[in-house]
C-alpha cells in the first residue's frame, strides 16, 4: 500500500495561492477554479407599472470551487421584459437573451469582465469568454419564483 500524501504539500507542477493549491499553468487552474456561471434574478419594483408585463433584473456570478458566488459588482447585469403570463418560462427567455452559444459581446462582455476582475482579487484568473462558455445555472429569488408558481403551478 502506497503511503498517503500530505495534504499541506502541492503536487509537483502546482503552486500556492493565496492558501490553495492552483496548478501551474492556465488551463489547468481554470478547471479546478470555477465550478459553474449563472445568473440571480429577481423583479424589478422600478419599472414602470405594467399589468401585462413584468421586468426582471438578471445579475451574472461565477461560483468557485470552494463555494464562494462572486457576483457581478452591478446591481444587474441586465434586464429582461417579460409576460407575466410567461414568467415560468424565463429561464429560457434569460439563456436566450444572453446567447450563451456565441461569444459574449456589449453588456455581456462588460458584465463577464467585471466578474473577471473580482475573481483576479481573489487569485482566480479567467476571461470572460471561458466564463460565458461554463455550465449555467438560474437562480430567482423568492418573489419572482412565487409570481411563476401563480401561472405556472405545478413548478418548483
Known sequence: MAPLRSLAAPRRGCRRAHGVVAASR??????????????????NHEAPDDPDFAVVDIRLFALTDG???VDDPQPASTSVRCERSKLAALELSVQMSLRL????TGARLQAWQRICEQLAARG????????????????PDEE???AQ????????
Open 26 to 43: 492556465y488551463g489547468e487552474r481554470m478547471g479546478d477554479r470555477i465550478r459553474n456561471v449563472g445568473a440571480t434574478a429577481a423583479l
Open 67 to 69: 463555494g464562494e458566488q
Open 101 to 104: 452559444r456565441q461569444p459574449p
Open 124 to 139: 482566480i484568473e479567467t476571461d470572460p469568454a471561458t466564463l460565458h462558455r461554463s455550465t449555467f445555472r438560474f437562480v
Open 144 to 146: 419572482l419564483r412565487a
Open 149 to 156: 408558481q401563480v401561472v405556472w403551478p405545478d413548478r418548483r
